[in-house]
């Protein structure tokens, strides 16, 4: 990426992070999928999670859709679709996309500053180590 994209990502995931601190998360409308998939849209140039936007509203529906393999192979189906590239945790770079483990199960986060990844709560956001995702995908390679 050139610099004024490293300073568009940046400023695209700042702003979901601000976003995230003034209102509640709902399942089906800004959860971590939606959240992650929001930010990287512009930039893609197509969604994502088309495949399963509008179609829950809860954790159970939304588990449901992404089958018995979850978050992460679904993910890395539409990863795979797309061409993006899979790294590693000491790879990771800014605007990654992973899944990280939470004491809830599975979440999407993307990798920002310091060193961390970042995705939102119930209200707000949370930030954990680069080592803390275990799937890592690279959806913008496309724009390096």
Known sequence: ???DMIDAVDLAIERAVDEACGREMVYGENDCVLWCAAVLMPFLGYDP???FRDRYADPVTAQSLMGPLGLAREIGRVGQLRGWRRKS???AALGDLGVIRTDFGPACA????MDMWVGPLSRGFATVPRKSA???WRPLA???
Not at 110 to 113: G, K, V
């Open 134 to 136: 275990r799937f890592i």
């Open 49 to 51: 999670v088309e495949s």
């Open 1 to 3: 990426m050139d610099a």
């Open 110 to 113: 993307l990798f920002w500053r």
């Open 89 to 91: 945790s000491d790879d």
């Open 142 to 144: 496309c724009l390096s």
